[in-house]
């Protein structure tokens, strides 16, 4: 089947597609290294990628269910993420960085929904978004220490 | 102390390849491997221990795209091992790439290369395959001395001598001492003797075993994998598949995770057949399923221990039995079970009088076992830990006093590790610092909630090595560039760990360089100088020496091109950093030199250095738990976990922060959610990450770190290591927790809820 969809803000029209390819494979064939793959079962969060700005598991939605709608990966929120990330790298929390894209995607959704949530907001947030490496307390902290920097930023305007 | 002064040792630098992960750069291998690669698959056994009687692949050689497909009758009949260590490996040659004996649920019966996945699916599906199924060693107690031997061939093959019988279905056995124990025992005011369970637990980590080949331009074998011994991978390629190692290449991108999984070849052989077979580029990648059925977890083990101690909390003798499990092959069973015993005994070195430790290792049909994380500390220590925790209890001493009165001091000599010393050791200071960050005090009595809910705290000590003392080998090439600048060349394998970058950072500190001024790459058979590769806690420490040395000697190489430079004697300048000064002040950058270094010139600017260790200093910890459980449910929540740890030097106290969380929080998930268990016919149940239960970020509580230095005379900057230890004292501490909220101890993990609230105290 032929799939049309919206891929990081480009149009993307792609022949011959097997009915039975999930969205991941099909980001993956499109040059997307970012979307990662840690259980083909729905339980690690790391195939996360936006489907109409809504986080999505890849991994377990078709890629015929995307066609005609808009799909973001990591690739098309460079700008969005880099705000962030170096605050996750300055606690060391990236590690192996294989979780990191479906952490970033989610929380990227997380501050788009919720600018200014608590530890426990987060944590609930993001508890679909396993990491073996990092305890996840730096990630945490690195998500802390972004919203501290940005908040003391807007109170302090002039400084 | 001979403490230099640092710049960036000690400090918090950012690792090199941070922004390239968290920005979801292509860094992996199925980012980086060409596009185009037959894609491999395995047939695997649906059998616990079984004969291939026929094999027919005629039908499924028919699905279009399937390109070949080979069975035991087409692979070298060499056998060797897959495990990732020093030659002679201890671990016993005993697989072949397919055997014709299938050895439990996953062994792999056939290799299908395809091109694509769909037709590599549909042929595997197609192959007829018919078995002899036979009688399986399922019970790991069992196993000794078993009718039914899972490794029957005559070809067995142990280049070691550690007490192994295929006849017998051992891989290994052994005996050490010091003293007499039974002598001592005997003598004691209270004998405690308990058996600790703890099972084949899966490293999962987020990158399942892939890996990629193909021919490079010299029609050599190129081996671009996810592992964490590109060397060793190298050797094993050779053997397994009978061609020279100089016909190999092996290197490794970024690594997504390996804790140990990826010490062992799981998934290489493979695609290398298939592209010495078709001359074409292969690919394999494990689905989650493999790596969780047919991987290389912890070695499950049943620890005895008995315990000797005086009524006012001596304790005097410990004898240590330890049965572990290999599975179905030998990989790392000579090895894990030794450190069972000697990571956890000299912990109490400061009062024992006598030891035992005996130990087998057997054959199981089970999935082979392998390398995690601590490496058969972790399951020593959870029995010796509990042990020490349930003396407390009977004696009404608190545990953390009675720890003071028995561990191991900087200065003891260790009789169970090997007489090494203890140069280096805060593990006091650590006990101290952490009652006073978790205050202990408060914590440790139990508290009812008053809603059904019992808060209660427990505490464990740990100990792990620095490198194998002894074997480990590590190398380091430094080389000066044209701006003064430096590229660092290493065959360790940063994993996710950070190793480049404190590696770098050790580099800037010795060379006197910014550390943005050293790029690091790793690692590459062809490239790297040797290096027994990243496990057994041995990059910081023998890398890092080898580091050391490396810049030391290219300092020199450096002053003699800029003594050239500056007509003078190569003794009489000074290695400024930037520049190297002569005695009468004039200086050649080393811009300069770099440049010289390049014209008419026989000094190299570039140098190689090798270290090796005769020891191998431990880091020591202490962990502490506080818990919540639910009398009703049998629901444990983490609440707070502090530790502090003594790594000697933290390189970089971010990332070795951040190492020591991320062990915490996977003994967390040992200890309670992480389960192993297999169906009649053995085949495993939690195959998936939806049966597998890895800790999410709701279960690990919070995670509460500090360091206690000192300082290892013999490691680079005074390190020792921290990448494993941190892994151990989950278990026991929560455990401990876990027995003053309902007064049941729980000897066997998990502890699910299920277990707990169907807990029955002990009648000892
Ligand atoms: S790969 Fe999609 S959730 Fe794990
Ligand atoms: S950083 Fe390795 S899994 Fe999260």
């Known amino acids: 089947m032929e ?58 939605m078709l890629a015929a269910r995307a066609a005609g709608h808009k799909v973001t990966t990591l690739e098309g929120l460079q700008a969005e993420a880099e705000e962030f990330v170096g605050f996750i790298a300055d606690q060391g929390a990236d590690q192996c960085g294989f979780c990191n894209p479906g952490f970033v995607m989610n929380t990227i959704a997380l501050l788009r929904e919720n600018p200014d949530p608590t530890d426990e907001e987060i944590k609930a947030y993001l508890s679909g978004n396993l990491c073996r490496c990092s305890g996840y307390e730096g990630q945490l902290r690195g998500i802390r220490r972004f919203l501290d920097s940005r908040n003391s930023r807007k109170e302090v305007p002039h400084a | 102390m001979p403490e230099k002064t640092t710049k960036y040792v ?22 980086v491997a060409p596009k185009g690669a037959l894609v491999v698959q395995l047939l695997r056994s649906p059998h616990a221990n079984a004969i291939v009687k026929t094999i027919d692949t005629t039908i499924a050689r028919k699905v279009p795209g399937v390109v070949d497909i080979y069975t035991w009758q087409d692979v070298p009949n060499q ?95 052994g005996e050490e001492k010091d003293g007499d124990v039974e002598d001592v025992l005997a003598g004691c005011d209270i004998v405690l003797d308990h058996t600790y369970h703890t099972r084949a637990v899966n490293q999962a980590m987020m990158e399942t075993f892939r890996t990629y080949t193909d021919l490079d331009r010299y029609g050599r074998l190129h081996v671009l994998s996810s592992t964490q011994i590109v060397f060793h991978c190298r050797r094993i390629l050779s053997r397994a598949l009978g061609i020279p190692k100089s016909r190999i290449r092996v290197e490794k991108p970024r690594i997504g995770g390996g804790f140990g999984a990826k010490q062992t070849s799981v998934s290489e052989v493979y695609p290398a057949f298939v592209t010495m077979k078709t001359g074409r580029p292969a690919m394999i990648v494990y689905t989650r399923e493999e790596s969780q059925i047919a991987g290389s977890p912890r070695h499950e083990m049943e620890v005895r221990v008995r315990l000797g101690a005086d009524k006012d909390g001596r304790i005097r003798a410990l004898d240590l039995y330890t049965l ?67 003396l407390a209890e009977k004696l009404h001493i608190d545990p953390t006093e009675l720890r003071d009165r028995n561990m191991v001091r900087q200065g003891m000599t260790m009789p169970a590790y090997y007489n090494e010393p203890a140069n280096a050791c805060a593990l006091d200071r650590c006990m101290a610092r952490c009652r006073e960050i978790f205050d202990w005090e408060h914590r440790y009595p139990v508290r009812d909630m008053g809603n059904g809910k019992v808060r209660a705290a427990g505490v ?21 560039s044209e701006d003064g600048t430096y590229n660092l060349v290493i065959g360790a394998a940063d994993m996710g760990t950070g190793c480049d970058t404190i590696l770098a950072q050790m580099a800037a500190d010795c060379l006197d360089c910014p550390v943005e001024d050293v790029a690091v790459f790793s690692a590459d058979t062809d490239v790297s100088p040797y290096d027994s590769g990243s496990y057994a806690s041995s ?74 260790s005769p020891i191998s200093p431990p880091p020591f910890m202490v962990g502490m738990a506080e818990i919540e459980l639910d009398k009703l449910t049998g629901e444990v929540r983490v609440l707070e976990y502090d530790a502090v740890v003594d790594c000697g ?17 996977q003994g967390i998930g040992m200890t309670l959610t992480e389960n192993v268990t297999y169906n009649a016919a053995g085949k495993p149940i939690e195959s998936s990450f939806m049966q597998y239960k890895v800790p999410t970020r709701l279960d690990v509580g919070h995670l509460h770190v500090e360091f206690e230095s000192s300082y290892e005379p013999t490691g680079p900057f005074g390190a020792k290591s ?42 000892a």
Not at chain 2, 21 to 31: E, F, I, M, Q
Not at chain 2, 338 to 344: F, T, V
């Open chain 2, 324 to 390: 572990s499990n290999s599975g179905a092959y030998g990989e790392h069973g000579p090895t894990t079970v030794g450190l069972s015993g000697h990571k956890s005994i000299p912990l109490y070195t400061g009062s024992l009088e006598a030891f035992r430790f005996r130990y087998d290792v057997v054959y199981t049909n089970l999935q082979a076992a392998g390398a995690y994380r601590g490496y058969g500390a972790t399951q020593g220590i959870f029995a010796v830990e509990s042990i020490v925790n349930e």
């Open chain 1, 3 to 60: 799939i049309k969809l919206q891929l990081n803000g480009r149009a993307v029209r792609v022949p011959d597609v097997d009915p039975d390819t999930t969205l991941y494979d099909f980001l993956r064939a499109q040059g997307c290294a970012s979307v990662k793959c840690g259980c083909e079962t729905s339980n690690c969060g790391l195939c996360t990628v936006f489907l109409d700005d809504v986080p999505v598991l890849s991994c377990s």
């Open chain 2, 460 to 480: 464990a000590m740990a100990m792990q090595g620095s490198g194998i003392s002894g074997v480990d080998v590590g190398s380091a090439t430094i080389k000066l």
């Open chain 2, 10 to 31: 000690g400090k918090a630098v950012r690792k090199k390849d941070s922004l390239q992960l968290l920005l979801g750069k292509p860094v992996y291998t199925s980012d």
């Open chain 2, 79 to 173: 056998r060797y091992t897959n495990a990732g260590q020093t030659y002679p490996e201890p671990s016993p040659y005993d697989r072949l790439i397919l055997d014709r004996h299938l050895r439990f649920v996953g062994d792999p019966v056939a290799i299908i290369a395809a091109e694509n996945e769909k037709a590599a699916h549909k042929a595997k599906k197609l192959i007829k395959v018919e078995y002899e199924v036979l009688d399986a060693v399922l019970d790991f107690r069992t196993a000794k001395d078993n009718p039914t031997l899972v490794h029957p061939e005559e070809d067995w093959l142990p280049l070691c001598d550690v007490g192994g019988d295929n006849h017998r279905n051992l891989v290994a056995s």
């Open chain 2, 649 to 665: 030097t933290p390189v970089n106290p971010a990332l070795a922060r951040v190492q020591t969380e991320g062990g915490i929080a």
């Open chain 2, 722 to 763: 921290i990448g494993e230890i941190v892994i151990n004292t989950p278990a026991p501490a929560i455990a401990h927790a876990i027995m003053r909220a309902t007064g049941v101890w729980h000897r066997e993990l998990p502890i699910t809820p299920e277990v707990i609230a169907m807990g029955e105290p002990d009648q």
């Open chain 2, 539 to 612: 990059t910081t420490y023998v890398t890092g020496k080898a580091v050391e040395k490396a810049c030391t000697e290219l300092i020199d190489h450096i002053c003699t091109i800029g003594a050239e430079l500056l007509g003078c004697d190569a003794a009489g300048v000074t290695f400024e950093g930037d520049c190297v000064r002569a005695a009468d002040g004039r200086t050649a950058s080393l811009t300069d030199i770099a440049y010289k270094a390049q014209v008419s010139n026989n000094c190299a600017a570039e140098v190689t250095a090798t270290h090796s």
